[in-house]
């Protein structure tokens, strides 16, 4: 879509975050210019739900969850998280709700303080908030490490270089949700890590889902691995939405032509499909400095036509339960062109 | 081998000239880099053989730490000085094995080049980008500056960088991530090399990115009739794209095998399970994923029989005192070490065995799951 709209907001009780027409900008420099890092992006969070982000480098996916948690704040545009809206908090009340809403990063192992303990790496959040005695403490800690598969007695007091990255990965788990939050943001969770121990990651924070009764914004720019754990995908493209679906029915019917670009270049383990015979999308992400006018995918996408760079796409409903920003969007069953279909930039 | 010495009787490309055309391009005999340390020593790669043919493409495939990068900067000669090599490995007939850099250098750029994972790091950053491939050329061939430049230009060009002119005179951080490992495959390109190492050369990169460096690699591979060494964590980066796989785990190699046949016959308990661990497009969204449990051996005291016994559901008490040979029983050219391989009668009773008593001979707690057999404890 690579567009904007508001027509796959669900209306439902169990709601717990809706954000609603988010924009963040930076300041490029001293140019005067800015960067349109995200630009009018709308979804809704249900209970219990994990909501998959998708996009390449650039698409604003990370700002995105960084501006829920108002880190830094938007620039317009509503987070409603648990019926409060956060961009309307402040001070201690903002600090009181993030509480309930943590954040796992990409690099496992700079993310953690290398200069600290596991136990009060995991234990900073109770401390900060006095919850409990020292020993509700510790035990939290125990039982949080057990959970994801670290052992107390013997690694508590060890620090973050002596674990692998995976381990320093099961440890920001047992850090986020040590304070019994609602909401996870994990913003690339598993792209530094090995496949093997990505998939260990992976399910692990279904288990964690299931038995602390987690929601999560899983944010990732590999599609199979977004599929694997999402509910519901919204993929993105410089700072825009292109189309939001459950991920069996996006993976079976792509409607916009950049989530079929990001399925087809996705190695598969099979000899027999050749790569070479995949459509494959010219160029790279453009600058989002000067986004291109009207549809932002345009300038890399096959089936590109002039209405797409003098009006910008809408979101609206192709399928039930898919809604798309493209004024072409594919029919179920279609492909791109093989080879470097796309104009260049 | 004579010493050989920069700029005198002609470019080091002539000084291979003579290099008989027939027969493999590198042979790896046997190869153990060990490093010391304080701990110890590791034994990053502990006795690898394979050889390799011009212009085809084998690729490494295992876990960190499993000495697959070890091996690819031990042919080439780029290792640090705590270090003990043993074994042969001949280029073009001709042993490098213990070379010195002095040696080596006649090598690097003309004969063996390498493109490293992480392009940021990799080139200098205060150094225009038309500079650092000029350098190679420059130095390797005895060519013009005016020559060197050209060259860089078409070599920019043929790497798909657009306004290639303009790039030559830029600096690192102003290209894109994609752009610079664009950049850093024209560096090691430009003095023609026969064989071409690349280190997990799409890693840092956004999977449509990767898709294109990998189309890159495979048609420069193909164009110069170049060798190639492609180093990865991912069976689905090189399925498409090699002709023959070698699966390493904890510095040996455990199968290897024509691609086709290493996908169509799987036979080593590992390679399923890496295979097992990616996430798959067409399976249903929230599909558990069969992961390995536990982590690689440490280095420094590897377990006594097979290395992966401590993680593999078909573990039988002979796995844990014997350790399997690297043998081709069935078909030739596919060779792994196992004593229960998957697919045969020997490795489902193996399995049957161990799910019967839930547990493997080295303890793991296994069990099935429906179709799948998981392995450690599930919560």
Same mark, same amino acid.
């Given at each position: 879509m690579a567009g904007t709209g508001t027509a796959h907001l669900r209306d439902a009780d169990d709601t717990l975050l809706r954000v609603e027409d988010l924009v963040v900008e930076f300041p490029a420099?001293?140019?005067?210019?800015?960067?349109?890092?995200?630009?009018?992006i709308s979804f809704d969070v249900k209970e219990g739900e994990t909501l998959g982000l998708v996009g390449e480098s650039g698409c604003g996916k990370s700002t995105t969850g960084k501006a829920i948690m108002q880190l830094? #704040?938007?620039?317009s545009g509503s987070v409603v998280f648990e019926g409060t809206d956060m961009t309307t908090l402040d001070g201690a009340e903002l600090r009181r709700t993030r509480t309930r809403m943590k954040m796992i990063f990409q690099d496992p192992i700079s993310s953690l303080?290398?200069?600290?303990?596991v136990e009060d790496i995991i234990a900073e959040g109770l401390n900060i908030w006095d919850t409990g005695t020292k020993a509700e403490q510790q035990a939290k800690v125990d039982e949080m490490m057990l959970a994801v598969g670290l052992d107390p007695a013997l690694q #508590?007091?060890? #620090?973050?270089?002596?674990?692998s990255g995976g381990q320093c990965q099961r440890i920001s788990i047992a850090r986020a949700v040590v304070t019994d939050p609602k909401l996870i943001i994990c913003d690339?969770?598993?792209?530094?890590?090995d496949v093997s121990v990505q998939a260990q990651i992976l399910n692990l924070l279904e288990d964690m889902k299931a038995r602390y009764g987690l929601t999560l914004i899983f944010i990732a720019h590999d599609l199979a691995v977004v599929k694997n754990v999402s509910d519901r995908v919204v993929v993105m493209y410089l700072g825009k939405m292109c189309e939001v679906a459950s991920p069996d029915l996006l993976y079976e019917q792509p409607a916009h032509p950049y989530t079929r670009v990001l399925l087809d270049a996705i190695p598969v383990?099979?000899?027999?499909? #050749?790569?070479?015979?995949r459509p494959r999308v010219a160029g790279e992400i453009p600058s989002p400095v000067a986004p291109p006018s009207g549809c932002r995918f345009r300038t890399r996408c096959?089936?590109?036509?002039?209405v797409c760079a003098n009006t910008e796409p809408e979101v609206s409903?192709?399928?039930?339960g898919q809604f798309v920003a493209c004024h072409f969007p594919l029919a179920p069953g279609e492909t791109l062109p093989v080879g470097n279909g796309a104009r260049p930039i | 081998m004579t010493p050989l010495r920069r700029?005198?009787?002609?470019?080091?490309?002539d000084r291979f000239?003579?290099?008989?055309?027939?027969?493999?391009l590198l042979d790896v005999g046997d190869v153990k880099t060990h490093f010391k340390t304080e701990r110890g020593?590791?034994?990053?790669?502990?006795g690898v053989t394979f050889s390799l043919e011009r212009g085809k493409t084998i690729g490494i495939v295992g876990e960190s730490g499993c000495g697959k990068s070890v091996l690819s900067r031990s042919i080439m000669g780029?290792?640090?000085? +705590?270090v003990v090599r043993h074994g042969s490995i001949h280029f073009e007939g001709r !042993?490098?094995?213990?070379?010195?850099t002095d040696t080596m250098r006649d090598y690097w750029g003309t004969q063996m080049a390498m493109v490293f994972q992480d392009p940021m790091t990799s080139l +200098?950053?205060?150094?225009r980008i038309g500079n650092q491939i000029t350098e190679s050329l420059r130095y390797h061939l005895d060519v013009t500056k005016e020559y060197a430049e050209e060259t860089a230009l078409s070599l920019l060009q043929s790497v798909g960088i657009p306004e290639a002119e303009r790039r030559l005179r830029?600096?690192?951080? !102003?290209?894109s991530g994609g752009m610079r490992q664009r950049v850093m495959i024209a560096i090691a390109l430009a003095c023609g090399p026969k064989l071409l190492f690349a280190d997990?050369?799409?890693?840092?990169?956004d999977v449509t990115v990767q898709a294109q460096i990998l189309d890159l690699l495979q048609q420069q591979q193909r164009e110069r009739f170049m060798a190639m060494v492609l180093v990865t964590h991912d069976l689905g980066v090189v399925a498409g794209r090699t002709d023959e796989i070698a699966v390493m785990y904890a510095g040996r190699i455990v199968e290897k095998a024509p691609t086709r046949s290493l996908f169509a016959h799987t036979r080593h308990p590992y390679t399923e399970a890496l295979l097992k661990s990616i996430p798959k497009l +067409?399976?249903?969204?929230?599909?558990r994923l069969e992961a390995i449990v536990g982590r690689p051996p440490d280095l420094v005291k590897p377990p006594p029989g097979c290395r992966f016994a401590a993680r593999c559901?078909?573990?039988?008490?002979?796995c844990l005192t014997d350790e399997p040979p690297l043998?081709?029983?069935?078909?030739?050219?596919h060779a792994f070490r196992c004593f229960?391989?998957?697919?045969s009668d020997a490795g489902a009773d193996a399995l049957a065995r161990n799910l019967a008593a839930g !547990?493997?001979?080295?303890?793991l707690p296994v069990k099935k799951i429906g179709e799948i057999v998981t392995t450690g404890i599930t919560v």
């Open positions: 420099g001293r140019s005067g210019l800015r960067v349109h890092a995200v630009s009018n830094p #704040r938007p620039n303080n290398p200069r600290r303990k #508590r007091g060890r #620090r973050p270089h002596q674990f690339e969770p598993v792209s530094a890590l383990p099979d000899p027999s499909v #050749r790569p070479d015979d096959p089936k590109a036509q002039d409903e192709v399928h039930p | 700029r005198r009787g002609g470019s080091a490309a000239s003579d290099a008989p055309l027939d027969g493999s020593l590791v034994r990053a790669v502990d780029l290792l640090p000085s +705590n !042993e490098i094995g213990k070379a010195y +200098n950053p205060v150094m830029q600096y690192p951080f !102003e290209l997990e050369p799409t890693t840092a990169l +067409n399976q249903r969204s929230h599909t559901p078909y573990a039988q008490p002979k043998e081709d029983p069935g078909e030739p050219g229960y391989p998957v697919g !547990e493997t001979a080295s303890g």
